[in-house]
């Protein structure tokens, strides 16, 4: 059974500071993605990443993908308000990729 | 552009009770996803139509549940009769290709089982 573990599952932190969250399996996806979700909305999808060891960025926001493609990180840089919300990873099925496997989400609050 | 609707946001049932959930993808896209997140859970695949086809449905909790989408349009999920376990927030989503990529979401109906 494909699993995604994030963490961490909480993160509190000030305007203007890094961080990182993580998303860990045990199994090989052929991709993973990323998404943002604000109360009261549906996941919006931030990036894909699909080779291993790629690296993305859109803005403040650093994406990687695992050598092995197991794991991916996002790093946000100096972060702002805005960028609080429920950042959730999923990938394909390995046997079918049309259905999305889920990670539990990092729940980051930025505060002014 | 429209996104994907979906309707009620809320909807508060007691035990037994029947709920209609409907999803509006966006116009052309031919894939359509339900999920499932129940509180402390993540997000669950539910099922997968194509047009008006179900692809997939290896998700579908029990035979409680019903998916339609007729016409290859819009679709809606039953839930007859309502249970406890039910709660949670079910999402639409749709895409072009059939493949995961690039799905687009709803803001989901949040589903109160009493």
């Known amino acids: 059974t494909q699993l995604l573990e994030q963490s961490p599952q909480f993160l509190s932190i000030q305007e203007g500071e890094n961080l990182t969250v993580y998303c860990n399996s045990s199994?090989?996806?052929?991709?993973l993605q990323w998404y943002r979700q604000e109360p009261g909305e549906g996941p919006v999808l931030l990036v894909t990443v699909v080779t291993g060891g790629e690296v993305k960025k859109l803005k403040r926001l650093t994406f990687q993908f695992g050598d092995a493609r197991k794991d991916s990180s996002l790093h946000i840089t100096a972060a702002q308000p805005g960028d609080t919300g429920l950042y959730l990873c999923a990938g394909p099925n390995a046997g079918n990729n049309r259905k999305l496997i889920w990670g539990l989400g990092t729940s980051l609050a930025v505060n002014p | 552009e429209a996104g994907v609707t979906q309707f009620p946001s809320h909807s508060v049932i007691e035990k037994g009770q029947t709920v209609t959930l409907r999803c509006d993808p966006i116009s052309g896209h031919d894939n359509l996803y339900w999920y499932r997140r129940v509180m402390g859970k993540e997000i669950k695949f539910l099922l997968h139509?194509?047009?008006?086809?179900?692809?997939?449905e290896s998700g579908m909790p029990n035979n409680r549940f019903l998916a339609e989408r007729t016409g290859g349009t819009y679709s809606t999920l039953k839930v007859q009769p309502a249970e406890l376990e039910d709660s949670g927030v079910y999402f639409c989503a749709s895409s072009l290709y059939a493949v995961s990529y690039e799905q687009y979401f709803g803001p989901g109906t949040r589903l109160t089982v009493t």
């Open positions: 199994s090989v996806f052929s991709s």
């Open positions: 139509f194509v047009k008006e086809s179900k692809q997939d």
